[in-house]
């Protein structure tokens, strides 16, 4: 079978095409034929040596995937050859609290992921998906749908009527968008693209601010909501913005940061402690999600028909152009990659 790896981590021209055999379901696994991947922004860090230390050069990237089992190894008896799944990228994070051993089977980075041919998953990661979850959302859904639960529900706990606010147009943002307004919440969105915060209205959003021409984002949201704060963020900007994003929070509200788009994660924070002390802002530090929190957000997606935008489609034979389309930062959405 064909596969991508990821080289000597020098950026994405170290991407280079292998072959090798064909995987085989062990005790506990499944195979499955891939059928399609989604692009995050972790999947452009490990290319470039900022996420995950002393990888191998064959590590095969991609977090996010879609595939049909082939076979199931032995002792495995709640999936079928023919069932469509999904996995957690942290694929022994099944339920419970977050702990560090979740790393050491991260797809991937310290695991092998899913731009390859066929891969083999444990079956106690694996999500079998309703016939309601199309196949470009599948493809682009497990790390979106675990992050942004565990920011907004298992965290966050949003209610109906509260708002949430997220920075960008990348898929998580427009997940937490979607899953919002199905939570029925309010929502915030910056983008400095006016197009792009049009598409987001279309899509639900109550109130979109263009960074661009604001770059004290925070206020002109306050002036948008007449002064009401965000209840929940779900922050990609990370600390170099933490001031901002503060400022945009409303008096007990909650920071579930989970992204680094401002800077880096080794980035210190800009915000003050007497800010988040006067508004008793809770902030989390988010490492994804686990099995359980991607299957919820699995079943809300099926129940409220939500569809992952997708920006570009690339072929298996095209995984670098891919990723310069997503370094390039003009994607609304999802970047895809399907098998050829």
């Given at each position: 079978?064909?596969?991508?790896?990821?080289?000597?981590?020098?950026?994405?021209?170290?991407?280079?095409?292998?072959?090798?055999?064909?995987?085989?379901?062990?005790?506990?696994?499944?195979?499955?034929?891939?059928?399609?991947?989604?692009?995050?922004?972790?999947?452009?860090?490990?290319?470039?040596?900022?996420?995950?230390?002393?990888?191998?050069?064959?590590?095969?990237?991609?977090?996010?995937?879609?595939?049909?089992?082939?076979?199931?190894?032995?002792?495995?008896?709640?999936?079928?050859?023919?069932?469509?799944?999904?996995?957690?990228?942290?694929?022994?994070?099944?339920?419970?609290?977050?702990?560090?051993?979740?790393?050491?089977?991260?797809?991937?980075?310290?695991?092998?992921?899913?731009?390859?041919?066929?891969?083999?998953?444990?079956?106690?990661?694996?999500?079998?998906?309703?016939?309601?979850?199309?196949?470009?959302?599948?493809?682009?859904?497990?790390?979106?749908?675990?992050?942004?639960?565990?920011?907004?529900?298992?965290?966050?706990?949003?209610?109906?009527?509260?708002?949430?606010?997220?920075?960008?147009?990348?898929?998580?943002?427009?997940?937490?968008?979607?899953?919002?307004?199905?939570?029925?919440?309010?929502?915030?969105?910056?983008?400095?693209?006016?197009?792009?915060?049009?598409?987001?209205?279309?899509?639900?959003?109550?109130?979109?601010?263009?960074?661009?021409?604001?770059?004290?984002?925070?206020?002109?949201?306050?002036?948008?909501?007449?002064?009401?704060?965000?209840?929940?963020?779900?922050?990609?900007?990370?600390?170099?913005?933490?001031?901002?994003?503060?400022?945009?929070?409303?008096?007990?509200?909650?920071?579930?940061?989970?992204?680094?788009?401002?800077?880096?994660?080794?980035?210190?924070?800009?915000?003050?402690?007497?800010?988040?002390?006067?508004?008793?802002?809770?902030?989390?530090?988010?490492a994804s999600g686990s099995r359980a929190m991607t299957a919820a957000a699995v079943a809300v997606v099926a129940k409220h028909g939500i569809r992952n935008p997708v920006d570009r489609k690339f072929s298996f034979g095209d995984a670098p152009d891919a990723f310069h389309h997503l370094e390039s930062g003009s994607h609304f959405g999802k970047i895809l990659i399907r098998m050829?």
């Amino acid at each position: 079978m064909k596969v991508w790896e990821i080289g000597g981590r020098t950026g994405i021209e170290g991407l280079r095409m292998a072959e090798r055999t064909d995987p085989v379901a062990g005790l506990g696994e499944i195979c499955l034929r891939v059928t399609a991947t989604g692009l995050n922004h972790r999947d452009l860090m490990v290319l470039r040596g900022d996420y995950g230390r002393d990888l191998p050069p064959h590590r095969i990237p991609l977090s996010d995937g879609v595939g049909v089992v082939e076979a199931v190894g032995e002792d495995v008896s709640q999936f079928q050859v023919g069932d469509r799944v999904i996995a957690p990228h942290f694929v022994n994070w099944i339920d419970g609290p977050y702990n560090y051993a979740i790393f050491a089977a991260d797809l991937g980075v310290t695991a092998d992921g899913w731009l390859a041919e066929k891969i083999t998953l444990p079956a106690s990661a694996a999500i079998r998906l309703p016939t309601e979850v199309d196949e470009q959302t599948a493809a682009s859904l497990a790390v979106v749908a675990g992050t942004v639960w565990h920011a907004m529900v298992a965290f966050g706990a949003v209610e109906p009527g509260e708002l949430v606010l997220a920075q960008g147009t990348g898929g998580v943002s427009i997940f937490a968008l979607q899953l919002a307004k199905a939570l029925g919440a309010e929502f915030a969105i910056t983008s400095s693209s006016e197009e792009k915060l049009a598409r987001a209205k279309e899509m639900g959003a109550d109130y979109v601010i263009n960074y661009r021409d604001r770059p004290d984002w925070a206020a002109a949201m306050l002036e948008q909501t007449e002064g009401r704060g965000a209840d929940v963020v779900v922050d990609t900007l990370g600390f170099p913005a933490l001031g901002e994003t503060v400022a945009a929070t409303a008096v007990n509200g909650r920071i579930g940061t989970l992204g680094a788009l401002s800077g880096t994660p080794q980035a210190t924070a800009s915000a003050s402690q007497g800010a988040m002390i006067g508004k008793n802002i809770t902030i989390k530090g988010l490492a994804s999600g686990s099995r359980a929190m991607t299957a919820a957000a699995v079943a809300v997606v099926a129940k409220h028909g939500i569809r992952n935008p997708v920006d570009r489609k690339f072929s298996f034979g095209d995984a670098p152009d891919a990723f310069h389309h997503l370094e390039s930062g003009s994607h609304f959405g999802k970047i895809l990659i399907r098998m050829d």
